[in-house]
C-alpha cells in the first residue's frame, strides 16, 4: 500500500470540470507539473487531460516537490502529490484538491470529501501501491511464513501507528488480485505512453 496520487490545482478552478470548460473555451494548453517522463504523475495527468479533450503541455521537473514548488509559484496550472507533500500546503489554503487518481475516495478525514476521478467520469486508476512478489518456484511453506510474517507486521500497532502518522492508506491485497492489477495497469500505462510517443512498439 502506498499514498494515493492528488491532483491539484491553484485558484480559480473549483473542480476538474471547471478546469476542463475553461481550457476548453480557450483553446490553451494546461500546463502541468510531475516528477519526471513516464512516471505516475506524468501518465495520471496525461490520462486525464486526453480523455478530457483538452490539450495539456508536458513540464517535467526532478522531483514531485520541485513541481509543487512550481505550482504555488504559479508556473504550472496543476500538479500531482502525494498526502503528506499537499497536507501542509491545503491547511494553509494554497491549493486545492480537485480529485483522486484511485478508485475509491480516501476515508482519512483530510482527504474523504475529494472525489476520484472516476467519480468524475474519468476512468482512471492510477493509485500507488506496493507489492511484495516471490519465484514462481518458491516452496509454498515459505510463501505461507511470509505471508503470516508480513500479516503480522501491518497489524502491528507500532506499524499501524507509523503508517497512519504518515497519512498512508492500508488496503491490503494478495495473490491473483496482485496479479490481475498489475496486467490491467499494464495495459492501461502501455496505451498512455504509446499515445505519448514515449515508446513506439
Known sequence: PRPRDRGLSRN??????????????????????????????????AALYSKAGIKSESVPFNSNSTALTNLLGKHVDVAVGHPTEVLPHLQEGKIRLLGVFSSKRDERPE?????????????????????ILVPKETPQEAIDKLYEGFRNMIEDP???????????????????????????????????????GLINK
Do not use: C
Open 12 to 45: 480559480p478552478w473549483e473542480s476538474i470540470e471547471d478546469l476542463v470548460e475553461d481550457f476548453k473555451k480557450s483553446g490553451k494548453a494546461v500546463k502541468y507539473g510531475h516528477s519526471g517522463n513516464g512516471g505516475l504523475p506524468h501518465l495520471s495527468q
Open 111 to 131: 482527504f474523504k470529501d475529494i472525489p476520484t476521478f472516476k467519480e468524475q467520469g474519468y476512468d482512471i486508476d492510477m493509485s500507488v501501491w506496493k507489492f
Open 158 to 196: 507500532k506499524y499501524v501507528k507509523f503508517y497512519e502518522t504518515a497519512k498512508l492508506a492500508m488496503n491490503p491485497i494478495e495473490g491473483e488480485e496482485i496479479i490481475q492489477r498489475l496486467k490491467e495497469e499494464r495495459e492501461f500505462s502501455y496505451n498512455v505512453l504509446k499515445d505519448l
